[in-house]
């Protein structure tokens, strides 16, 4: 068994890329080791699909819905980044000190990173400044690679320049720190997919960028080292938003209230209902339980367009999302179809602060205001084949006999390494 495990997350990466022609640094790889389909988490989205690979379980017990949930406790939004205490499962680096104590891990832009308890691990804070654990390990970065890349005005953000500044940095954190486990996240054809959509030139395009600095990465590792990298998301190709929030504006279950600086925000407390919408996967929290009927004969009947699922109550189990956290009404779109969180119907509505109105809005930074700007979405199940995920490993044992895995299996997976060495001694 490999003393060490690399462990790359990456969204948007699908069985059909790993060709020569695309990934062909994967292709090798999975030409010496194993390669199997990957069924990606449901939801499909960063928060909650990285928590799936990371413990083994769902959203049903690990807690993470989505990329936000509203906090009835608190009566709030709570917004990523997500701190890792709102996970509610054991983690695998948590897991791995059990079966080998004294472990190292490094954990490297991950979601829900922050109060991790890792050994190594980088960030970037709100404000784009690099930040990382342990606190001193930012300055060596920095020096060695320089800045990390920031977006510079409104315009598109540096996409390929933060995946290769990360990807290099890495390297050099695993090679001097040498991790029992190393948990790197690779953002690159995700951000793409959901911009440009997940085909045609701008992705093909970003699969052959994504093999320029995934090959000299893979290159610096170790052959003794077990890499797997496995897909976190799928993104599918959309054609234009639905407005939830409007539907219950329109049934008069939303209660409105002046934004502090202009515009209209939603006023949690006083609606009957109101909708966080996540990319392909909204939760509809209910003030007047009642109203549970209405709203899902809503958006079964005369407001269905693009909604493929429409999950009341203990029908959430379903599609597990049985959990306190979920909306009491969840609806996933139909593959071509997104959720925006919208309630105003004119710009002069739409709220002008950073408070409460856009809680509901930025929880998810990847979506823009502007529709026109998404040709891509993620967070319902694949819709054909060509949307599966793929996991590759170095070595030819570490994937067993399953010829697909399920994204619930992959803490597993890397954890039977340590697991039969262990057993050997």
């Known amino acids: 068994m490999a003393e060490r495990v690399v462990l790359l997350s990456i969204p948007q990466l699908r069985h059909k890329d790993v060709t020569p022609g695309a990934l062909a640094s994967l292709d090798r790889m999975a030409g010496r080791g194993a390669l199997a389909e990957l069924v990606p988490a449901f939801p499909g989205l960063a928060a909650s699909s990285f928590a799936t690979l990371m413990t083994g379980t769902g959203p049903y017990e690990h807690g993470l819905i989505g990329n936000s949930y509203y906090d009835r406790a608190e009566g709030r939004v709570r917004v990523g980044p997500l701190p890792d205490s709102v996970v509610q499962a054991p983690r695998l680096w948590d897991r791995l000190r059990a079966v080998k104590p004294g472990a190292r891990s490094m954990l490297w832009f991950a979601p829900n990173f922050r109060g991790a308890t890792v050994d190594l691990g980088a960030w970037v804070e709100s404000d784009w400044q690099l930040a990382t654990e342990p606190p001193a390990l930012a300055k060596g970065l920095l020096d060695r690679f320089g800045p990390f890349p920031s977006p510079v005005s409104r315009g598109e953000p540096p996409r390929l320049e933060v995946s290769t500044w990360l990807l290099k940095a890495a390297a050099q954190v695993i090679a001097d720190e040498q991790p029992t486990l190393a948990v790197v996240r690779v953002p690159y054809l995700g951000q793409v997919a959901r911009r440009f959509g997940p085909d045609g030139r701008e992705a093909g395009r970003a699969i052959r960028e994504l093999e320029s600095i995934l090959a000299p990465f893979l290159a610096t590792l ?115 179809r997104w959720f925006a969180p919208d309630w105003w119907l004119t710009a002069e509505e739409a709220p002008k602060s950073s408070g409460l109105g856009s809680a509901l809005i930025s929880f998810s930074t990847d979506i823009p205001l502007d529709p026109t700007h998404v040709k891509g979405s993620l967070g319902a199940p694949p819709p054909n084949a060509d949307y599966l995920g793929v996991i590759v490993a170095s070595q030819p044992n570490a994937l067993g006999s399953m010829p697909q895995v399920s994204a619930r299996d992959v803490a597993q997976l890397v954890l039977r390494n340590w697991e039969k060495s262990s057993d050997l001694t």
Do not use: M, W
């Open 222 to 336: 170790d052959r003794a080292t077990l890499t797997i990298a496995v897909t976190e998301s799928v993104t599918t190709p959309v054609s234009g938003p639905i407005y939830p929030n409007r539907v219950l504006r329109g049934l008069g279950l939303l209660a409105l209230k002046p934004d502090d600086k202009g515009g209209l925000a939603i006023d949690l407390g006083q609606s009957a209902a109101f909708a966080l919408a996540d990319h392909q996967v909204c939760h509809i929290y209910l003030n007047d339980p009642d109203q549970a009927a209405t709203i899902a004969s809503a958006f079964a009947g005369a407001h269905n367009d693009g909604v493929d699922t429409v999950a009341p109550g203990a029908a959430r189990a379903g599609l597990g999302l049985d959990h306190p956290r979920a909306g009491d009404v969840v609806l996933v779109a139909c593959p071509d």
